[in-house]
Nanobody
Framework: QVQLVESGGGLVQAGDSLRLSCAASGRIGSIFTMAWYRQTPGKARELVAIIDSASISRYDDSVKGRFTISRDYAKNTVYLEMNSLKPEDTGVYYC??????????????WGLGTLVIVSS
């Protein structure tokens, strides 16, 4: 019943900005963390940014100073503001949430991903 849906990806040029969104829907109890991961062919999925229930965030070194993760607690939504995009930022961005469902069972959920392509 719990579902994560990403949006906001697209094709942009280096130096442009994008804002990704991920909305969690369904019968949700509590969300502990929400995060953005990135994956490209031939490489492992890597953590880009994560934010916890106290709005404490962490970033991969490659995006520090350029990306900002935030949450809308009322809407169960996480955002990733991406500025000064580089070709190396290209990939499929996946939303991840560590949460409890309506029955208070805790597990992680994944979205299906949204594609970001940054051309040079």
């Amino acid at each position: 019943q719990v579902q994560l849906v990403e949006s906001g990806g697209g094709l942009v040029q280096a130096g442009d900005s994008l804002r990704l969104s991920c909305a969690a829907s369904g019968r949700i109890g509590s969300i502990f963390t929400m995060a953005w991961y990135r994956q490209t062919p031939g490489k492992a999925r890597e953590l880009v940014a994560i934010i916890d229930s106290a709005s404490i965030s962490r970033y991969d070194d490659s995006v520090k100073g350029r990306f900002t993760i935030s949450r809308d607690y009322a809407k169960n939504t996480v955002y990733l503001e991406m500025n000064s995009l580089k070709p190396e930022d290209t990939g499929v961005y996946y939303c991840n949430a560590d949460l409890t469902n309506h029955e208070l069972m805790r597990r992680e959920y994944w979205g299906l991903g949204t594609l970001v392509i940054v051309s040079s």
